[in-house]
């Protein structure tokens, strides 16, 4: 017979990934003939049913269908765990691991959380007000992530409430958009997940000195162009008047 001790373990792994929920027993003279995987809270809740050497499809839930496995080499081994591929954001949840012989006995029970991570996308879109206006995309991330902008030296700068929403596969995209107004040759958006997927993803770009210089130079020039034709306008019309 088989023998083994129940234990809980949480596994992490990021959306398109193939992930493994570990299970083993000890195997004396039997290799392990009927074993099944199920997921809490799903109906039917069968991620992999095995039975008298070959997996059993009837009662297997659809979400699973094509990316369920076990390492049927490995049998041999007292090894049962479960291989998922192309895990989804839903496949997150509690797995157990039983083996059926008689009697059945629950082997291991996992808790698979899934993320989901994507580079971000940093751009310069139109300023409002003086200065270079950024704005830092994270598109399908799971848990939902924070962004901040650091400048050359690391610092944090100060930026606008981000938005966020909600897509069909439930990942999370944000954007937030900082106005640099103090020179820095590089600004750097950080994404990261604060809970549960520890994952970070940076991305940066270099800000070259006219850059920030242009608007405000620009702005200088207009107002004193502006003050020259005041000037003259002023100027003919007081000559003007004279000759009246």
Same mark, same amino acid.
């Given at each position: 017979g088989a023998s083994g001790n129940s234990v809980s373990r949480k596994i992490l792994a990021s959306? +398109?990934?193939?992930?493994?929920?570990?299970?083993?027993?000890?195997?004396?003279?039997?290799?392990?003939?009927?074993?099944? *995987?199920?997921?809490? %809270?799903?109906?039917?809740?069968?991620?992999?049913? @095995?039975?008298? %050497? =070959?997996?059993? @499809?009837?009662?297997?839930?659809?979400?699973?269908? @094509?990316?369920?496995?076990?390492?049927?080499?490995?049998?041999?081994?007292?090894?049962?765990?479960?291989?998922?591929?192309?895990?989804?954001?839903?496949? #997150?949840?509690? @797995?157990?691991?039983? #083996?059926?012989?008689?009697?059945?006995?629950?082997?291991? #029970?996992?808790?698979?959380?899934? %993320?989901?991570?994507?580079?971000?996308?940093?751009?310069?879109?139109?300023?409002?007000?003086? +200065?270079? #206006?950024?704005? =830092?995309?994270?598109? =399908? *991330?799971?848990?939902?992530?924070?962004?901040?902008?650091?400048?050359?030296? %690391?610092n944090n700068i100060s930026a606008e409430t981000p938005k966020s929403g909600v897509d069909s596969r439930g990942c999370y995209t944000v954007t937030r958009r900082v106005t640099v107004q103090t020179a820095t040759k590089r600004v750097t958006c950080r994404v990261q997940q604060p809970h549960h997927i520890n994952q970070t993803r940076v991305t940066d770009i270099y800000i070259p000195a006219n850059c920030m210089t242009s608007c405000t130079l620009t702005t200088s020039i207009a107002v004193v162009v502006t003050a020259i034709i005041c000037a003259l306008i002023g100027f003919l019309f007081k000559k003007c008047g004279n000759f009246g």
């Open positions: 959306a +398109g990934e193939t992930v493994i929920l570990p299970c083993h027993v000890n195997v004396s003279a039997d290799i392990p003939a009927d074993v099944e *995987w199920s997921k809490e %809270g799903l109906d039917p809740n069968i991620a992999f049913l @095995y039975r008298d %050497g =070959c997996e059993t @499809y009837e009662m297997k839930n659809l979400v699973f269908q @094509y990316r369920t496995n076990l390492f049927i080499n490995e049998l041999k081994n007292g090894n049962i765990s479960l291989r998922i591929s192309n895990v989804q954001l839903s496949d #997150t949840g509690i @797995y157990i691991c039983k #083996t059926l012989q008689r009697p059945p006995r629950e082997v291991v #029970t996992i808790e698979l959380v899934v %993320g989901a991570v994507s580079e971000p996308q940093l751009s310069v879109v139109p300023a409002v007000d003086d +200065g270079v #206006t950024l704005q =830092c995309e994270a598109n =399908c *991330w799971f848990p939902q992530p924070e962004i901040t902008f650091l400048d050359e030296q %690391g």
